[in-house]
Nanobody, 125 residues
Framework: QLQLVESGGGLVQPGESLRLSCAASGFTLDYRAIGWFRRAPGKEREGVSCIDSSGTVTNYADSVQGRFTISRDNAKNMVYLQMDRLKPEDTAVYYC??????????????????WGQGTQVTVSS
């Protein structure tokens, strides 16, 4: 069974950091681009960041550029999202997603075929 599981969410104060993890089971993340998306209450799903299958190409939404860093460890079948200087507007459920793509391809649109269940991130004082 193909499964993605996110972890690492929680409640933090503005300015603090969190690291989200995305673990794959039942399939390898090799040859797959991985994206992080989020959905805040009352808002549409937003592409946050993505990383290509080689790990050399990354994309970020303007709203998180310079604060978030995506990385992957194919040996561990894991992808991470380091989130620094968090803001209240970062509050959302965060999802990781995977799609088999050629290297250097990394879309921030939700055209992914495997999705996790999400992890809640709340930034509040």
């Amino acid at each position: 069974q193909l499964q993605l599981v996110e972890s690492g969410g929680g409640l933090v104060q503005p300015g603090e950091s969190l690291r989200l993890s995305c673990a794959a089971s039942g399939f390898t993340l090799d040859y797959r681009a991985i994206g992080w998306f989020r959905r805040a209450p009352g808002k549409e799903r937003e592409g946050v960041s993505c990383i290509d299958s080689s790990g050399t190409v990354t994309n970020y939404a303007d709203s998180v550029q310079g604060r978030f860093t995506i990385s992957r460890d194919n040996a561990k079948n894991m992808v991470y999202l380091q989130m620094d200087r968090l803001k209240p507007e970062d509050t959302a459920v965060y999802y990781c997603a995977a799609i088999r793509l050629f290297p250097a391809m990394c879309p921030l649109t939700p055209d992914y075929d495997s999705w996790g269940q999400g992890t809640q991130v709340t930034v509040s004082s």
